[in-house]
């Protein structure tokens, strides 16, 4: 009987899971715990990679979101790419709006941080965001600090607009 209840909430779990997220952080969320092998390698690592017409080696976060997109069929945003900073776009969302309270993040939704004001950033997709804060799935990051266990991970963010790397921007996903 034990086993019944545990297939049932799995299938229950499940269910709600594929209401609640578009298709997407789904995909993205089935990768994680995804390693890199070697930096920035490793044959899924090199797989999102190529999604953009990289080689291994690259930065790859934007790759994983480009590849997440593709594989789910998003249409907007169209740009699939391997710089983060090429995912704003001029519908994209300030996080100074979002931080005040202004709009609300659904899941789905791509975090975009900026470094400084170069060309570098980084780029996940939202599960869950609550105004300052939120969590998100990244590629190409850690789960605790420790750089050698670069991945795919669950990461808790914080908008911090001081900070030199910081989340700057939203972009929606659409599928239409």
């Known amino acids: 009987m034990c086993w019944l209840l545990l297939l049932l909430s799995a299938l229950v779990s499940s269910a709600v899971s594929q209401a609640r997220f578009p298709a997407h952080l789904d995909t993205a969320l089935s990768y994680v715990g995804t390693r890199e092998v070697g930096h920035n390698g490793g044959p899924l690592v090199t797989k999102f990679l190529y999604s953009v017409g990289l080689s291994a080696g690259n930065p790859w976060c934007a790759a994983f979101v480009s590849y997440d997109l593709s594989a789910a069929g998003v249409l907007i945003p169209k740009v699939r790419s391997g710089l983060a900073m090429n995912f704003v776009t001029p519908h994209s969302i300030p996080a100074r709006d979002v931080l005040r309270g202004l709009v609300t993040i659904p899941p789905g939704t791509l975090e975009i941080w900026e470094h ?8 996940g997709i939202v599960i869950l965001w609550e105004k300052a804060s939120g969590e998100a799935v990244e590629g190409n990051t850690h789960p605790n600090g420790h750089s050698q266990q670069q991945g795919v991970w669950i990461r808790y963010r914080g ?17 239409r």
């Open 159 to 175: 908008i911090i607009p001081s900070d030199y790397f910081r989340i700057r921007w939203f972009t929606l996903v659409r599928y």
């Open 116 to 123: 400084g004001s170069t060309l570098h950033g980084h780029i």
